[in-house]
Protein backbone atom coordinates (compact mmCIF):
# COMPACT_ATOMS: atom_id res chain seq x y z
CA UNK A 1 0.00 0.00 0.00
CA UNK A 2 1.19 3.33 -1.07
CA UNK A 3 0.92 6.55 0.96
CA UNK A 4 -2.59 7.71 1.50
CA UNK A 5 -4.20 10.47 3.51
CA UNK A 6 -8.15 10.69 4.80
CA UNK A 7 -8.67 14.56 4.87
CA UNK A 8 -8.89 14.66 8.55
CA UNK A 9 -5.15 13.45 8.92
CA UNK A 10 -4.37 15.40 6.29
CA UNK A 11 -5.43 18.82 8.35
CA UNK A 12 -3.97 17.48 11.60
CA UNK A 13 -0.50 17.01 9.76
CA UNK A 14 -0.88 20.24 8.09
CA UNK A 15 -1.13 21.54 11.38
CA UNK A 16 1.69 19.84 12.97
CA UNK A 17 3.64 21.19 10.26
CA UNK A 18 2.12 24.47 11.14
CA UNK A 19 3.40 24.85 14.41
CA UNK A 20 7.31 24.32 12.89
CA UNK A 21 7.29 26.96 10.53
CA UNK A 22 9.51 29.69 12.00
CA UNK A 23 11.83 26.71 13.19
CA UNK A 24 14.53 24.97 11.68
CA UNK A 25 15.19 21.62 13.51
CA UNK A 26 18.49 20.41 14.41
CA UNK A 27 18.41 16.63 14.18
CA UNK A 28 21.06 13.80 14.71
CA UNK A 29 19.84 11.11 12.16
CA UNK A 30 21.41 7.50 12.82
CA UNK A 31 23.64 7.67 10.15
CA UNK A 32 23.33 10.81 8.83
CA UNK A 33 25.45 9.24 6.29
CA UNK A 34 22.64 6.72 4.52
CA UNK A 35 20.60 8.37 1.87
CA UNK A 36 17.55 7.29 3.09
CA UNK A 37 18.24 9.82 6.36
CA UNK A 38 18.30 12.24 3.64
CA UNK A 39 15.66 11.27 1.41
CA UNK A 40 13.36 12.08 4.29
CA UNK A 41 14.64 15.45 5.74
CA UNK A 42 12.66 18.72 4.54
CA UNK A 43 15.99 21.27 4.39
CA UNK A 44 13.96 23.91 4.34
CA UNK A 45 12.89 23.31 8.26
CA UNK A 46 15.60 20.29 9.51
CA UNK A 47 19.00 20.16 9.88
CA UNK A 48 20.75 16.88 10.24
CA UNK A 49 23.84 17.16 11.45
CA UNK A 50 26.70 15.37 9.93
CA UNK A 51 27.64 11.52 11.88
CA UNK A 52 29.97 12.47 14.38
CA UNK A 53 33.36 10.24 13.70
CA UNK A 54 34.17 6.81 15.42
CA UNK A 55 37.98 7.00 17.53
CA UNK A 56 40.02 6.07 14.85
CA UNK A 57 37.85 5.41 11.67
CA UNK A 58 38.80 6.23 9.27
CA UNK A 59 36.67 9.68 6.98
CA UNK A 60 32.81 8.10 5.74
CA UNK A 61 32.67 5.66 8.66
CA UNK A 62 29.81 6.60 10.57
CA UNK A 63 29.78 3.10 12.54
CA UNK A 64 29.51 2.33 15.56
CA UNK A 65 27.15 5.84 15.67
CA UNK A 66 28.09 7.94 18.14
CA UNK A 67 25.28 9.33 18.31
CA UNK A 68 23.90 6.26 20.33
CA UNK A 69 26.71 6.53 23.54
CA UNK A 70 26.11 8.15 26.47
CA UNK A 71 29.18 10.02 26.79
CA UNK A 72 28.26 11.47 23.31
CA UNK A 73 25.23 12.58 24.47
CA UNK A 74 25.83 14.03 27.67
CA UNK A 75 28.09 15.82 25.72
CA UNK A 76 26.08 17.31 22.81
CA UNK A 77 22.20 16.53 23.59
CA UNK A 78 21.34 19.91 24.04
CA UNK A 79 22.10 21.27 21.34
CA UNK A 80 19.95 18.94 19.43
CA UNK A 81 15.78 19.66 18.97
CA UNK A 82 15.85 15.05 18.89
CA UNK A 83 17.22 12.18 17.52
CA UNK A 84 16.08 9.77 14.58
CA UNK A 85 17.35 6.50 14.49
CA UNK A 86 17.17 4.39 11.22
CA UNK A 87 20.19 1.99 11.60
CA UNK A 88 23.35 0.72 13.89
CA UNK A 89 21.54 -0.11 16.83
CA UNK A 90 24.11 -3.71 16.34
CA UNK A 91 26.68 -1.77 17.26
CA UNK A 92 25.95 -1.89 21.04
CA UNK A 93 24.56 -4.28 23.89
CA UNK A 94 21.00 -3.67 25.13
CA UNK A 95 23.02 -2.01 28.71
CA UNK A 96 24.66 0.80 26.11
CA UNK A 97 21.86 1.36 24.52
CA UNK A 98 19.89 2.13 27.68
CA UNK A 99 22.39 4.17 28.71
CA UNK A 100 22.37 6.21 25.50
CA UNK A 101 18.51 6.28 25.95
CA UNK A 102 18.45 7.76 29.41
CA UNK A 103 20.85 10.19 28.84
CA UNK A 104 18.09 11.50 26.28
CA UNK A 105 15.66 11.48 28.45
CA UNK A 106 17.90 13.39 31.15
CA UNK A 107 18.70 15.86 28.48
CA UNK A 108 14.54 15.99 27.92
CA UNK A 109 15.07 15.22 24.01
CA UNK A 110 13.04 13.14 21.91
CA UNK A 111 13.66 9.90 19.97
CA UNK A 112 12.35 8.96 17.02
CA UNK A 113 12.47 5.42 15.56
CA UNK A 114 12.30 4.22 12.37
CA UNK A 115 11.42 0.58 11.89
CA UNK A 116 13.00 -0.61 8.74
CA UNK A 117 14.46 -4.05 10.01
CA UNK A 118 12.39 -6.44 12.26
CA UNK A 119 15.29 -8.50 11.29
CA UNK A 120 18.48 -7.66 11.01
CA UNK A 121 20.24 -7.99 7.44
CA UNK A 122 23.68 -7.95 8.85
CA UNK A 123 23.19 -11.13 11.80
CA UNK A 124 22.16 -14.48 11.07
CA UNK A 125 21.30 -14.72 14.89
CA UNK A 126 18.56 -12.42 15.49
CA UNK A 127 18.33 -13.00 19.70
CA UNK A 128 21.03 -10.34 20.69
CA UNK A 129 19.17 -7.68 18.42
CA UNK A 130 15.94 -8.38 19.19
CA UNK A 131 16.67 -7.11 23.06
CA UNK A 132 17.65 -3.96 21.09
CA UNK A 133 14.47 -3.72 19.79
CA UNK A 134 12.76 -4.61 23.60
CA UNK A 135 14.77 -1.62 24.92
CA UNK A 136 13.97 1.11 21.83
CA UNK A 137 10.76 0.34 20.56
CA UNK A 138 8.66 0.76 24.19
CA UNK A 139 10.20 4.16 24.91
CA UNK A 140 10.72 6.27 21.37
CA UNK A 141 8.50 9.08 21.53
CA UNK A 142 7.27 8.62 18.01
CA UNK A 143 7.63 5.34 15.70
CA UNK A 144 7.70 4.83 11.84
CA UNK A 145 8.00 2.21 9.44
CA UNK A 146 7.54 1.65 5.50
CA UNK A 147 4.49 -0.85 5.32
CA UNK A 148 0.83 -1.74 6.83
CA UNK A 149 2.04 -5.15 7.32
CA UNK A 150 5.84 -4.16 9.66
CA UNK A 151 3.39 -1.51 12.01
CA UNK A 152 0.93 -4.64 12.66
CA UNK A 153 3.74 -6.62 13.50
CA UNK A 154 4.81 -3.75 15.97
CA UNK A 155 1.34 -3.40 17.54
CA UNK A 156 1.18 -7.31 18.14
CA UNK A 157 4.76 -7.33 19.60
CA UNK A 158 5.26 -4.19 21.10
CA UNK A 159 1.92 -2.65 21.69
CA UNK A 160 2.67 0.24 19.85
CA UNK A 161 1.26 1.80 16.71
CA UNK A 162 4.09 2.67 14.05
CA UNK A 163 3.11 5.18 11.48
CA UNK A 164 3.44 4.33 8.24
CA UNK A 165 5.46 6.53 6.05
CA UNK A 166 6.68 4.86 2.39
CA UNK A 167 10.03 4.41 1.72
CA UNK A 168 11.15 6.95 -1.05
CA UNK A 169 13.07 7.28 -3.70
CA UNK A 170 16.97 7.55 -3.06
CA UNK A 171 17.30 9.02 -5.89
CA UNK A 172 17.57 12.83 -6.91
CA UNK A 173 14.98 14.41 -8.94
CA UNK A 174 17.49 15.76 -11.52
CA UNK A 175 19.68 11.49 -11.39
CA UNK A 176 20.48 9.63 -14.63
CA UNK A 177 17.80 7.19 -15.06
CA UNK A 178 18.95 4.54 -17.29
CA UNK A 179 16.58 2.45 -18.97
CA UNK A 180 18.29 -0.59 -20.35
CA UNK A 181 20.11 -1.48 -23.01
CA UNK A 182 18.01 -4.51 -25.80
CA UNK A 183 19.29 -7.75 -25.59
CA UNK A 184 18.32 -11.17 -27.65
CA UNK A 185 17.22 -12.69 -24.21
CA UNK A 186 15.04 -12.16 -21.53
CA UNK A 187 18.10 -11.42 -18.58
CA UNK A 188 17.23 -12.37 -14.70
CA UNK A 189 19.94 -10.95 -12.82
CA UNK A 190 20.81 -11.78 -8.57
CA UNK A 191 23.41 -9.37 -7.36
CA UNK A 192 24.66 -11.49 -3.84
CA UNK A 193 26.45 -8.12 -3.29
CA UNK A 194 29.26 -9.34 0.22
CA UNK A 195 26.76 -12.14 0.67
CA UNK A 196 25.89 -10.43 3.83
CA UNK A 197 24.48 -13.26 6.50
CA UNK A 198 20.54 -12.81 5.28
CA UNK A 199 21.58 -13.40 1.77
CA UNK A 200 21.39 -17.18 0.81
CA UNK A 201 23.71 -17.27 -2.30
CA UNK A 202 24.33 -20.51 -3.02
CA UNK A 203 20.71 -21.61 -2.63
CA UNK A 204 19.75 -18.62 -4.38
CA UNK A 205 22.07 -19.30 -7.38
CA UNK A 206 20.98 -23.00 -7.32
CA UNK A 207 17.23 -22.49 -7.86
CA UNK A 208 17.90 -19.51 -10.10
CA UNK A 209 19.69 -21.86 -12.67
CA UNK A 210 17.62 -24.69 -12.02
CA UNK A 211 14.55 -22.64 -13.30
CA UNK A 212 16.49 -21.10 -16.21
CA UNK A 213 16.71 -25.01 -17.28
CA UNK A 214 13.06 -25.22 -16.70
CA UNK A 215 12.57 -22.46 -19.25
CA UNK A 216 15.07 -23.31 -21.64
CA UNK A 217 13.38 -26.92 -21.91
CA UNK A 218 10.08 -24.71 -22.42
CA UNK A 219 11.57 -22.61 -25.34
CA UNK A 220 12.23 -19.53 -23.55
CA UNK A 221 15.63 -17.62 -24.44
CA UNK A 222 16.23 -16.85 -20.74
CA UNK A 223 19.74 -16.11 -19.50
CA UNK A 224 20.54 -15.83 -15.62
CA UNK A 225 22.79 -13.02 -14.61
CA UNK A 226 24.93 -13.36 -10.74
CA UNK A 227 27.02 -11.37 -9.66
CA UNK A 228 28.96 -10.90 -7.12
CA UNK A 229 31.38 -8.46 -4.93
CA UNK A 230 35.07 -9.01 -5.31
CA UNK A 231 35.86 -8.79 -1.80
CA UNK A 232 33.18 -11.21 0.46
CA UNK A 233 31.74 -12.47 3.64
CA UNK A 234 32.12 -16.10 3.01
CA UNK A 235 35.11 -17.27 0.73
CA UNK A 236 33.95 -21.08 0.59
CA UNK A 237 30.33 -19.85 -0.13
CA UNK A 238 31.94 -18.12 -3.27
CA UNK A 239 33.92 -20.73 -4.41
CA UNK A 240 31.07 -23.07 -4.09
CA UNK A 241 28.63 -20.21 -6.45
CA UNK A 242 31.42 -20.21 -9.00
CA UNK A 243 31.97 -24.13 -9.25
CA UNK A 244 28.03 -24.31 -10.11
CA UNK A 245 27.83 -21.77 -12.35
CA UNK A 246 30.96 -22.94 -14.18
CA UNK A 247 28.35 -25.93 -14.83
CA UNK A 248 24.71 -24.10 -15.34
CA UNK A 249 23.89 -23.71 -19.32
CA UNK A 250 22.70 -20.16 -19.78
CA UNK A 251 24.09 -18.66 -16.54
CA UNK A 252 26.61 -16.11 -16.14
CA UNK A 253 29.18 -15.06 -13.31
CA UNK A 254 30.34 -11.82 -12.87
CA UNK A 255 32.96 -11.32 -9.84
CA UNK A 256 34.12 -7.94 -9.51
CA UNK A 257 34.58 -4.74 -7.44
CA UNK A 258 31.83 -3.15 -5.76
CA UNK A 259 29.83 -0.78 -8.07
CA UNK A 260 29.27 2.24 -7.65
CA UNK A 261 25.29 3.69 -7.71
CA UNK A 262 25.79 4.65 -10.99
CA UNK A 263 27.00 1.72 -12.58
CA UNK A 264 24.64 -0.36 -9.83
CA UNK A 265 21.84 1.21 -11.99
CA UNK A 266 23.04 0.91 -15.10
CA UNK A 267 23.59 -2.96 -14.08
CA UNK A 268 19.87 -3.34 -12.94
CA UNK A 269 18.40 -1.46 -15.61
CA UNK A 270 20.04 -4.02 -18.30
CA UNK A 271 17.46 -6.54 -16.25
CA UNK A 272 14.04 -7.66 -17.22
CA UNK A 273 13.90 -9.42 -14.10
CA UNK A 274 15.49 -8.74 -10.81
CA UNK A 275 15.86 -11.98 -8.27
CA UNK A 276 16.34 -11.36 -4.67
CA UNK A 277 18.27 -13.73 -2.45
CA UNK A 278 17.06 -12.71 0.96
CA UNK A 279 16.55 -15.55 3.25
CA UNK A 280 15.56 -13.18 5.86
CA UNK A 281 14.72 -9.45 6.16
CA UNK A 282 11.95 -7.08 6.67
CA UNK A 283 12.17 -4.12 3.76
CA UNK A 284 14.09 -3.61 1.14
CA UNK A 285 16.33 -0.95 -1.04
CA UNK A 286 16.34 -2.68 -3.40
CA UNK A 287 12.90 -3.31 -4.24
CA UNK A 288 12.24 0.72 -4.07
CA UNK A 289 15.53 0.80 -6.96
CA UNK A 290 14.39 -1.35 -9.39
CA UNK A 291 10.87 0.40 -9.41
CA UNK A 292 12.76 3.05 -9.70
CA UNK A 293 13.84 1.65 -12.73
CA UNK A 294 10.92 0.27 -13.80
CA UNK A 295 12.70 -3.77 -13.50
CA UNK A 296 10.18 -6.07 -12.06
CA UNK A 297 11.03 -8.00 -8.90
CA UNK A 298 11.36 -11.74 -8.40
CA UNK A 299 11.97 -12.62 -4.62
CA UNK A 300 11.15 -15.01 -1.94
CA UNK A 301 7.80 -14.22 0.85
CA UNK A 302 10.43 -12.27 3.46
CA UNK A 303 9.02 -9.64 5.73
CA UNK A 304 7.33 -7.07 3.96
CA UNK A 305 9.68 -6.48 1.06
CA UNK A 306 6.56 -7.53 -1.23
CA UNK A 307 4.39 -4.93 -0.05
CA UNK A 308 6.51 -1.84 -0.93
CA UNK A 309 5.17 -2.40 -4.67
CA UNK A 310 3.61 -5.23 -4.80
CA UNK A 311 2.58 -5.03 -8.34
CA UNK A 312 5.70 -5.21 -9.25
CA UNK A 313 6.79 -8.43 -6.77
CA UNK A 314 6.57 -12.09 -7.43
CA UNK A 315 7.14 -14.38 -4.93
CA UNK A 316 8.89 -17.64 -5.46
CA UNK A 317 10.59 -19.93 -2.53
CA UNK A 318 14.08 -20.73 -2.74
CA UNK A 319 14.50 -24.48 -3.38
CA UNK A 320 11.76 -24.12 -5.78
CA UNK A 321 13.22 -24.10 -9.07
CA UNK A 322 9.22 -24.11 -10.39
CA UNK A 323 8.28 -21.61 -8.76
CA UNK A 324 10.79 -19.45 -9.25
CA UNK A 325 10.43 -20.37 -13.31
CA UNK A 326 6.98 -19.17 -12.83
CA UNK A 327 7.58 -16.09 -11.16
CA UNK A 328 9.96 -14.67 -13.67
CA UNK A 329 7.76 -15.43 -16.41
CA UNK A 330 4.46 -13.70 -14.58
CA UNK A 331 7.19 -10.81 -13.96
CA UNK A 332 8.36 -10.40 -17.69
CA UNK A 333 4.63 -10.52 -18.75
CA UNK A 334 4.17 -8.04 -16.10
CA UNK A 335 6.96 -5.53 -17.14
CA UNK A 336 9.24 -3.83 -19.89
CA UNK A 337 12.25 -5.39 -21.98
CA UNK A 338 15.18 -3.18 -21.25
CA UNK A 339 15.82 -0.43 -24.11
CA UNK A 340 12.38 -0.09 -25.09
CA UNK A 341 10.06 2.47 -25.68
CA UNK A 342 7.82 1.11 -22.89
CA UNK A 343 10.45 1.06 -20.32
CA UNK A 344 11.22 4.41 -21.04
CA UNK A 345 7.78 5.67 -20.34
CA UNK A 346 7.38 4.01 -17.01
CA UNK A 347 10.64 5.24 -16.34
CA UNK A 348 9.65 8.90 -17.10
CA UNK A 349 6.02 8.37 -15.23
CA UNK A 350 8.03 6.86 -11.74
CA UNK A 351 10.25 10.16 -11.59
CA UNK A 352 7.67 12.39 -11.74
CA UNK A 353 5.54 9.94 -9.63
CA UNK A 354 8.19 9.49 -6.80
CA UNK A 355 8.94 13.12 -6.85
CA UNK A 356 5.95 14.41 -5.77
CA UNK A 357 5.65 11.24 -3.20
CA UNK A 358 8.85 12.59 -1.87
CA UNK A 359 7.39 15.74 -0.88
CA UNK A 360 4.77 14.24 1.03
CA UNK A 361 6.94 11.97 2.88
CA UNK A 362 8.49 14.88 4.25
CA UNK A 363 5.96 16.46 5.40
CA UNK A 364 4.90 13.46 6.96
CA UNK A 365 8.59 12.86 8.58
CA UNK A 366 7.94 16.97 9.72
CA UNK A 367 4.73 15.89 11.44
CA UNK A 368 5.73 13.33 13.53
CA UNK A 369 9.01 15.69 14.90
CA UNK A 370 6.29 17.90 15.64
CA UNK A 371 4.50 15.55 18.24
CA UNK A 372 7.43 14.30 19.40
CA UNK A 373 8.30 17.53 20.55
CA UNK A 374 4.97 18.48 21.71
CA UNK A 375 4.64 21.30 19.54
CA UNK A 376 1.39 20.55 17.92
CA UNK A 377 -1.53 22.27 18.68
Request: aromatic content about 4%; glycine content about 6%.
Amino acid sequence: MRYTHSPASERLQEEEIDALASRTLTVAAVPAAHPYSRAVADVAHVRVIDDPRPPGAPAGQWWPPQVLTSGWLQAHARDLDLVHVHFGLESFTPAELAQALAALRAAGRPVVFTVHDLENPQLGDQAAYLLLLDELVPVADELITLTDGAAHEIAARWGRRARVIPHPSLLEDDAPRPTGTPASVRRVGVHLRDLRPNIDGLGTVQTLAAAVAVLRARGTEVEGVVRLNERVRDEAQAAAIADLMAEAPGAVLEREPRLDDDALADWLADLDVCLLPYRHGTHSGWVELCFDLAVTVAGPPVGHAGSQHPDDFHPFAIGDADSLATAISRAAAAGSSPGSAEREREVRARAAERAAERVRVREAHLAVYARALGVAA
